[in-house]
């Protein structure tokens, strides 16, 4: 007895030794799914940086090329607007009459006005000499402009003059001029001077940075002052050296954007330069990758958020794990060794336990039957009562072998009543509502293997009736592509249906076709007396049987799960008596295999 004893002390050594070994395995496994979550978070976010960059830098450019559009035209219509105005101040006769009287009393007044109504930026007018004898800014007067380019080019054509010159307050001053003429001769030169500055001002509260360009690469206009005069490398290669901390910042700030087409102001910036038509200017916008970077960021946040919370959660569940066992090894270890001081004492009375033990879980199963059958639905009630039916058979046949001392083949019936419940557990998952419902178990099924699968698990009921059952099937296989469990379920609900419509003939018999034309084939026909309603035999809860023999729900079901193959399921009834059902199928085509089936035809 002692021996006894301590072999059994011993027994429990090996499972202890495997949950070690199961419990160091999860730790690995843990370690492993965190740390490719982590390179999968780092991955997830570079792509999403890169890919965010690219777009939304992409989409900055396309705005920046629209804005350019409309300053260029802005520029356009107002340079366009001013040629015109010398052409009529130069035709006025009041102007002209002052120039050939000498009398300019009343000249600045009247180009005052000219201004306030056409809306330039100064106006000038210039005598023979080329000194100015009235203007808009009164301090002009009496100046002299005779070497100025916008009075000799003026007096050298009878047309409108363009030209660029430098201001005395700074920048540039652009100006059309034209001669005033009067009898061939010419009295003085009318200068309009193109208010660009306000174009100029305007450009500077939308974009980063504008500069236009004559051409030969001058900056004359400039959002930047200290660019105008300047070409373009020379103007962005104005700026204060930046500090270490700058520099630092800059390589940081730098690292997430496109290669930067140049840096304004120690910032980098993407360059986007428009050809204006008129005499060779161009236009170059410069926008900072500030507006990108923020809304790249957002983004990034969120999914960095989103990583940082499912890590947490991860930390949390496997904390929380931990502790469970933890303390289900601490009462584990309590109760092993409450049991080896138990069992040495009571090893004389280990029979009189075991045959508690087996009672008390007879007592256990029949309980979860008498719930399960309290919670099974209609539905499921009519689709597991062939697998039961099949278990109860191979239960009686088990427990004979068992009594004769044939173990090995009763282990096979325990095999087939194994494979029973997995084929019930995958009919309790598949049997919902007739609504539509993707499948996730498709694969190439041999239709012939189906309908041999099908009628081995219906072979206890057709043994216990007297009827004739003919196969007629290929030689070939006959492939499609769907779930081979619910396709099995559908045989059978239309076999079941045929014996339960020949009980009252005589001569009863079921015939199964399966061929194979444009569609897979299989057709269940039977001798009964046929279907009164066909119209209803595929609506839910209508059923020929008596009370208690069926729910109604098998046909609907079978129909939903065939539309799911993307097949059909139609019934008609046989000439001289009888009904046949036809279940058609798309064949299964390798050059598509996972691709959902099309309809039949």
């Known amino acids: 007895m002692a021996a006894s004893g301590r072999e059994i002390e011993h027994e429990p050594t090996d499972p202890a030794a495997q949950r070690v070994r199961a419990t160091a395995r999860a730790r690995l496994v843990n370690r492993i799914g965190i740390l490719g979550l982590l390179i999968a978070a780092i991955g997830a976010i570079w792509w999403t940086n890169v890919w965010l960059t690219d777009r939304f830098s992409e989409s900055t450019r396309v705005r920046a090329e629209l804005r350019s559009a409309l300053f260029t035209g802005n520029l356009l219509s107002e340079l366009q607007r001013t040629s015109v105005v010398p052409l009529l101040l130069a035709r006025d006769p009041a102007l002209i009459g002052s120039l050939s009287n000498k009398d300019y009393a009343t000249i600045s007044a009247r180009l005052i006005a000219a201004q306030k109504e056409i809306a330039v930026a100064s106006i000038r007018l210039l005598d023979n000499s080329g000194r100015v004898v009235g203007a808009t800014d009164r301090k002009l007067l009496g100046a002299n402009y005779v070497l100025s380019p916008f009075y000799v080019e003026a007096l050298r054509t009878n047309d409108t003059v363009f030209t660029v ?139 960095i958020m989103g990583f940082a919370i499912l890590l947490a959660l991860g930390f949390y569940l496997l904390s929380r794990r931990a502790r469970v066992q933890s303390a289900r090894y601490r009462r584990e270890s309590a109760d092993l060794r409450a049991l080896n001081t138990r069992l040495t004492r009571e090893i004389a009375e280990r029979e009189r336990v075991q045959r508690e033990l087996r009672v008390a879980e007879q007592t256990v199963q029949q309980a979860s039957k008498l719930a399960a059958l309290g919670e099974m639905s209609a539905s499921v009630s009519h689709e597991l009562n062939q697998p039961l039916a099949a278990m109860k058979t191979y239960l009686a046949g088990s427990r004979l072998l068992l009594e004769r001392g044939r173990d090995t083949e009763a282990m096979t019936s325990f095999q087939r009543i ?61 492939m499609v592509f769907c779930d081979r469990i619910r396709l099995e379920q559908v045989i059978i609900n239309l076999v079941r249906n045929a014996l339960d419509a020949t009980k009252t003939v005589r001569d009863a018999s079921i015939e199964l076709v399966v061929n194979k034309l444009s569609h897979a084939h299989l057709s269940v026909r039977d001798n009964g007396p046929g279907v009164d309603d066909l119209e209803k035999l595929f609506e839910p809860f209508w059923t020929t049987k008596s009370p208690g023999e069926g729910t109604g729900l098998g046909l609907a079901i079978s129909s939903g799960i065939v539309a799911d193959f993307g097949g059909r399921l139609t019934a008609h009834n046989r000439q001289g008596g009888g009904a046949v059902f036809d279940v058609d199928l798309p064949l299964y085509e390798p050059a598509r295999h996972g691709a959902k089936p099309l309809a039949a035809e």
């Open 165 to 303: 010159s430098p201001a005395d307050s700074g920048g540039f001053e652009f100006a059309y001029s034209r001669a005033v003429v009067s009898e061939g001769r010419s009295l003085g030169v009318i200068v309009v001077g193109a208010d660009l500055g306000r174009l100029e001002r305007s450009w500077g509260g939308v974009q980063d940075a504008v500069a236009v360009t004559d051409s030969s690469g001058q900056i004359i206009l400039a959002t930047e002052s200290r660019w105008r005069g300047r070409t373009l490398d020379d103007a962005l290669a104005v700026r204060s050296a930046p500090s270490a901390i700058e520099r630092a910042y800059q390589v940081t700030a730098d690292w997430t954007n496109r290669p930067a087409d140049a840096y304004v102001g120690g910032k980098a910036v993407m360059q986007t330069q428009t050809r204006i038509p008129f005499r060779g200017w161009r236009m170059t916008l410069f926008t900072t990758y500030d507006s990108i970077r923020d809304r790249v960021n957002t983004f990034l946040a969120l999914e």
């Open 418 to 478: 194994d494979d029973l419940l997995d084929r019930m557990g995958a009919i309790t998952k598949q049997l919902k509502s007739y609504a539509r419902k993707g499948g996730e178990a498709f694969e190439p099924v041999d239709l012939r293997a189906a309908l041999s699968s099908a009628l081995t698990m219906m072979e206890p009921q057709l043994r216990t009736r007297r009827v004739r059952l003919q196969r007629s099937v290929p030689s070939e296989p006959v």
